[in-house]
């Protein structure tokens, strides 16, 4: 029979790595608690449309990268690319307009895109993300970019660029993008065959190309800047006025436009450099009109997403070591008495808080020892049928080799004190 393997791209978490992953989640759960959001929980999968409307038709993800299925009704059904359109289609849905504004949710999951796996990015991919809805105003977006510097920085994670962008309103890029199109009609030929695609579909996403020659051709072209009304450069003037006050260090980038219809006004990303290409650890920005598009009332609206993956990867010893690491004490019943006396104590030590294990095959105290070694237990509680006898059991340190009688009738709190004294 042929072994069944993973599917390419989705990746299996295995206990070693565990620890990181909820060393990332708590910190993000932490931060955004303290900045006032409140954790939101959205299908893995929504209606086709609901993704072809926001994220915009023309889009990579849309053309090219969705797991999209037939329901058994024939319904189109898509597994989420990524949590935004969920969380505001979820928003519209539950009348959450109706209360007061501002409404700021985060949430974590699995997102899905059918592109090639490469470092940090996968087909099953994980997000952090928020999304604060209610206010337009500069210091909104101020408030999101400086919760994704805080808990990037909170994880130690090394060589962080926040670098930041002005997209302006629909009509100032209405006003750029003939100016753009008919610029990369004259270098048609030079341009990579994505970028000649976006140049009627998306041509504001050639600007973002990775490929050399197209950066080459794009470095001359007309800039988006040119073209900003001055209520669209006010509102970025202040903007970064704001993150000059928090003292969040950025950079401006005319090249990041991001690869979702929906944004206007600020747009950013948090980068490393030693991501490869794909090199963005967080990003987002502003997009006031996507309530909207999707049926609701008119809402403005900012957020950014967190790649859990990317985040683990660049994880430096330094965070690591904040992972606190549990005390364990392996619990050796041995013989008829001393194996019922384990067990009890085991259940006791967990009711307790602590950490108990103990290996059901063992039937030796040699056996029991040489298991709790492997496993890395710091302390061992010795029970067999002498120590039911004498009503009491013996606390080993693994390290020092110290021994302790415990009473056997007022357990928990004897090994509690001597586990809290290592």
């Given at each position: ?203 504001l996403r050639v ?43 950025y950079s401006l ?114 056996a029991h020892l ?53």
């Amino acid at each position: 029979m042929s072994l069944i393997k993973g599917i390419k791209g989705a990746k299996d978490l295995l206990p070693d790595e565990t620890p990181r992953w909820r060393l990332i989640e708590e910190a993000a759960r932490r931060w955004a608690h303290r900045y006032g959001f409140r954790e939101i929980r959205i299908p893995i999968f929504e209606v086709t449309a609901l993704f072809a409307r926001s994220i915009g038709a023309s889009t990579d993800i849309v053309e090219k990268e969705m797991y999209t299925f037939q329901d058994r009704d024939g319904t189109s059904l898509t597994l989420r690319p990524e949590g935004t359109a969920g969380t505001v289609r979820a928003y519209i849905e539950h009348n959450r307009s109706s209360l007061p504004v501002p409404q700021k949710y985060f949430y974590f999951g699995p997102m899905f895109r059918h592109e090639r796996p490469q470092a940090g990015r996968l087909r099953q991919f994980h997000q952090f993300g928020i999304e604060s809805l209610g206010m337009a105003d500069p210091q909104a977006d101020v408030e999101v970019i400086a919760l994704l510097w805080r808990i990037l920085s909170d994880l130690d994670l090394p060589d962080l660029t926040l670098e930041i962008n002005n997209l302006g309103y629909v009509a100032d890029r209405d006003t750029y993008r003939p100016h753009l199109v008919s610029y990369l009609k004259q270098h048609e030929s030079g341009l990579c065959a994505n970028c000649r695609h976006r140049i009627e579909a998306n041509p504001l996403r050639v600007l973002d190309c990775k490929v050399p020659e197209c950066r080459a051709i794009t470095e001359t072209a007309p800039r988006l800047t040119d073209s900003l009304s001055e209520a669209a450069r006010s509102y970025f003037t202040r903007v970064l006025s704001g993150l000059d006050v928090v003292k969040i260090p950025y950079s401006l980038n005319h090249r990041l436009v991001r690869g979702l219809d929906y944004y206007n006004l600020t747009t950013f990303e948090v980068t490393a450099t030693n991501l490869g290409a794909q090199n963005a650890v967080g990003a987002g920005g502003r997009y006031d009109g996507l309530v909207e598009t999707l049926g609701g009332p008119s809402t403005p609206a900012v957020g950014f997403a967190v790649g859990l993956e990317r985040v683990a990867m660049l994880l430096p010893e330094s965070a690591v070591k904040k992972i606190p690491h549990a005390v364990t004490v392996y619990v050796a019943g041995f013989g008829g008495d001393g194996a019922v006396a384990g067990l009890t104590a085991l259940e006791e030590l967990r009711l307790a808080g602590l950490q108990a294990v103990s290996d059901f095959r063992s039937i030796t105290l040699k056996a029991h020892l040489r298991q709790a070694d492997r496993l890395g237990c710091r302390f061992t509680l010795i029970i067999g049928d002498d120590e039911v006898a004498k009503e009491s059991g013996i606390l080993r340190d693994m390290e020092t080799k110290v021994q302790s009688d415990v009473s056997l009738s007022a357990l928990s709190p004897q090994i509690r004190s001597l586990v809290s004294a290592s």
